[in-house]
Structure formats: structure tokens, C-alpha cells
């Protein structure tokens, strides 16, 4: 079983920078896709970037050029690096975790997730 625990959330103006954070414990963090989406105030929970195993990345056409997903398996951490960021990028933001890397842009791919971590950009 893995638990991940985002972190790194908070209040910005637009056009300032976060970095989220997810720690996984439980399982062997290398072995997992790693992903973030978020979900806004009455909006469906949305992907945001993925990162596999290997290292390969994929990105939500909203966040691409201002998100950038890395991954730290000595430290079993995945970051978000946000940028630019827009009223619009305010949400809960979640961390996903799964073993496969078949649709990695769908929630329905993910068995692990955290609790998330709120972003507030203001305008």
C-alpha cells in the first residue's frame, strides 16, 4: 500500500511560482508512474503532468511551457514546478501514483492518491 502526502500548496499572485511536493512511503517509489492533477471549485478532477518510470513526461495543454514535473526516487518524491501561474490554475492539486503507464492523462489509471494541497492564485 502507498500513502502520498502532498505538500508545497498555498497563496500566490498571478504570475508568481509553486513548487508541490509528494512524499510516497509504503511501496517501491521507482517502480511507480508518478502524477498530478487538480481539481477546481465545482470542476471534474483534471490532469495536469505525468511523469513514468523512466523518466518520460506528459502534460495538460492548459499547463504546458509553465509546468514542469520531475520525479527524486532516492528521496520518493515528485515535484511540480509551476509557473506563471493564473487565477485559473486554482485547485486542490493531488498526487497519483500507479505501476502502469498506459493512459496516464486519466484518473481512472491511478490506485494511490494523496489528500491534496491547496493552490490559490489571486489575481
Known amino acids: 500500500q502507498v500513502q502520498l502526502v502532498e505538500s508545497g500548496g498555498g497563496l500566490v499572485q498571478a504570475g508568481g511560482s509553486l513548487r508541490l511536493s509528494c512524499e510516497a512511503s509504503g511501496g517501491t517509489f521507482s517502480s511507480y508512474a508518478m502524477a498530478w492533477f487538480r481539481q477546481g471549485p465545482g470542476k471534474e478532477r483534471e490532469f495536469v503532468a505525468a511523469?513514468?518510470?523512466?523518466?518520460?513526461?506528459r502534460y495538460a495543454g492548459s499547463v504546458r511551457g509553465r509546468a514542469t514535473i520531475s520525479r527524486d526516487n532516492a528521496k520518493n518524491t515528485v515535484y511540480l514546478q509551476m509557473n506563471s501561474l493564473k487565477p485559473e490554475d486554482t485547485a486542490v492539486y493531488f498526487c497519483?501514483?500507479?505501476?502502469?503507464?498506459?493512459?496516464?492523462?486519466?484518473?481512472?489509471?491511478?490506485?494511490?492518491w494523496g489528500q491534496g494541497t491547496q493552490v490559490t492564485v489571486s489575481s
Open positions: 511523469i513514468s518510470r523512466s523518466g518520460s513526461t
Open positions: 497519483a501514483a500507479d505501476r502502469l503507464w498506459v493512459n496516464p492523462t486519466s484518473t481512472r489509471e491511478y490506485d494511490y
